[in-house]
Nanobody
Framework: QVQLVESGGGLVQAGGSLRLSCAVS????????SGWFRQAPGKEREFVAG????????YYPDSVKGRFTISRDNAKNTVYLQMNSLKPEDTAVYYC?????????????????WGQGTQVTVSS
């Protein structure tokens, strides 16, 4: 069983920064593609960043491109999400997830394991 534990969420003013971490308990973490998603109250879970295991290609939706950066440290079994220039609309619970199967990195389907989420609140 693979477990994911997010940390680093909190309250920040608009324009500020946060770095989320996701510790993954997996023997072969390097073989997992990783993604970050978020869900605001009353909204569907949406993709915010992904990094493929094989070539470390990174993907972002337009809403966060240029502000968020995903990275991973295979030696530490950890995925990071650096969030800069935060906006009130970035307020949500942020989840990390990992997958082995190939497929669209932006889709929640195909991710095998999910963390419990960490709250990010951006005040105006």
């Amino acid at each position: 069983q693979v477990q994911l534990v997010e940390s680093g969420g909190g309250l920040v003013q608009a324009g500020g920064s946060l770095r989320l971490s996701c510790a993954v308990s997996a023997r072969t973490f390097s073989g997992y593609t990783s993604g970050w998603f978020r869900q605001a109250p009353g909204k569907e879970r949406e993709f915010v960043a992904g990094i493929r295991w094989n070539d470390s290609s990174k993907y972002y939706p337009d809403s966060v491109k240029g502000r968020f950066t995903i990275s991973r440290d295979n030696a530490k079994n950890t995925v990071y999400l650096q969030m800069n220039s935060l906006k009130p609309e970035d307020t949500a619970v942020y989840y990390c997830a990992v997958r082995r199967a190939v497929g669209p990195i932006w889709s929640t389907r195909g991710y095998d394991y999910w963390g419990q989420g960490t709250q990010v609140t951006v005040s105006s």
